[in-house]
């Protein structure tokens, strides 16, 4: 079976897991594109993306435009992009959250187009932030579509599909490391498919389109009235980023990790403190809160974090303001 030429263009860990996976099942890479550097960390030094770290580490060629837009803010780095992908003579390129929009002539140049892999069940949540939106929702289920791309938002014939169950305590962070593997998979799948002719397009369905919303850091504020259930899961969706958010005699509290139980009274207010966690009255029931975190500390079990700063019986977690620049 011939082996395609491919041209991968991703950014973050989920996208370096395939761009693992193609380099290990032995396709040419002759080219990779990725954001640029990003300043990161405490130091806020400037760090390249996973995708970027593999690649350099595997002797790939990289190319770092901020735009692929000939006509855009960057054109002559979109030229210089242009000019490595027509040197790659790749037959397909792979996309796994790049995070740069691809004009028609970047669709237009691989023979075979360029394929994405997308973290739902298209149509629904197309667009940044599937994993999180899917957590948030309370979806039983969610999956990874490699769709070949076109101008829309993720609105692309579908490839290959398969689905991954959300488990009851499933995070974002635990089911983005799964998906990320799924995904490496079947892409391998895809292209020793595509490089026999055997992939079957499908268009997506018109019924149960939704879109997954770019997350921002103003997510973060816990509404205490909402029901616990969905507070919970939001706490879920949010994690590693950006959490949940609460003031307690005026200090803000991250939240991380929490659990339903009964229990009723004015939201926020403190229903009983423990060993197990701080149960607080929700819009409907109250959660328990497991994990906490104060401004400047680590993440911590509820113990160690009531044996630093206790929390007697009747305070109150408010809401508090975040802006997404907070």
Known sequence: MPRLRVVFAGTPEFAKEALQRLHE???DVPLVLTQPDRPAGRGMKLQASPVKQYAVAQGMAVA?????????KYPEEAAAAREALLAARADVMVVAAYGLILPQWVLD???????NIHASLLPRWRGAAPIHRAIEAGDAETGITIMQMDAGLDTGDMLLVEKQAIRPDDTTATLHDRMAALGGRMVVEALELAACGGLTRTPQPEAGVCYAHKIEK????????????????RLRAFDPFPGGLAQLDGEAIKIWSAELCEGQGLPGTVLAVDDAGITVACGEHALRLRELQ??????????????????????????????SRA
């Not at 770092?64 to 855009?72: A, V």
């Not at 140049?109 to 394929?115: A, E, Q, S, T, Y």
């Not at 103003?218 to 899961?233: G, V």
Request: glycine share 10%; net charge positive; charged share 20%.
């Open 218 to 233: 103003s997510e973060s504020a816990i509404d205490w009235a909402q029901p616990a259930a969905l507070i919970e899961r």
């Open 109 to 115: 140049l691989p023979r075979l187009g360029c394929l």
């Open 64 to 72: 770092q435009p901020r735009s692929l837009r000939l006509d855009g």
């Open 25 to 27: 099942a032995g396709f």
């Open 294 to 323: 104060r401004a400047g500390g680590k993440r911590m079990p509820a113990k160690a974090f009531l044996q630093a700063r206790p929390v007697s019986l009747g305070a109150t977690f408010s809401a508090v303001e975040v802006t």
